[in-house]
């Protein structure tokens, strides 16, 4: 069982910036392909950014690209997200995922059995 615990959200200016983190629980973080995935009010939970377990190997949602970069310190048990530029259309809630060893496609939202509690981000104009 993987426990995954999201920190870091809050309200920011438009063009600001924030860093998530995920803390996750158990021995084998080394062994998970992690993603950070968002749900504003009245969508879909949509893909935001994915890591291989190996940590070399990162996707994005085009509508981040270039702004939020993702990273893991498997030291740490723990993954980050750090959002810059931020936009009022990034607000929402932010939720990690985990799978251990999955080699399918990162925005594959029913292919991550775990998933944090989701920590809030908002971003006013």
């Known amino acids: 069982q993987v426990q995954l615990v999201e920190s870091g959200g809050g309200l920011v200016q438009t063009g600001g910036s924030l860093r998530l983190s995920c803390a996750a629980s158990?021995?084998?973080?080394?062994?998970?392909?992690m993603a950070w995935f968002r749900q504003a009010p009245g969508k879909e939970r949509e893909f935001v950014a994915g890591i291989r377990w190996f940590g070399i190997s990162t996707y994005y949602a085009d509508s981040v690209k270039g702004r939020f970069t993702i990273s893991r310190d498997n030291a740490k048990n723990t993954l980050y997200l750090q959002m810059n530029s931020l936009q009022p259309e990034d607000t929402a809630v932010y939720y990690c995922?985990?799978?251990?060893?999955?080699?399918?496609?990162?925005?594959?939202?029913?292919?991550?059995?775990?998933w944090g509690q989701g920590t809030q981000v908002t971003v006013s104009s």
């Open positions: 995922a985990a799978e251990p060893r999955y080699y399918g496609s990162y925005d594959d939202r029913g292919s991550y059995r775990y």
């Open positions: 158990g021995r084998a973080f080394s062994s998970y392909t």
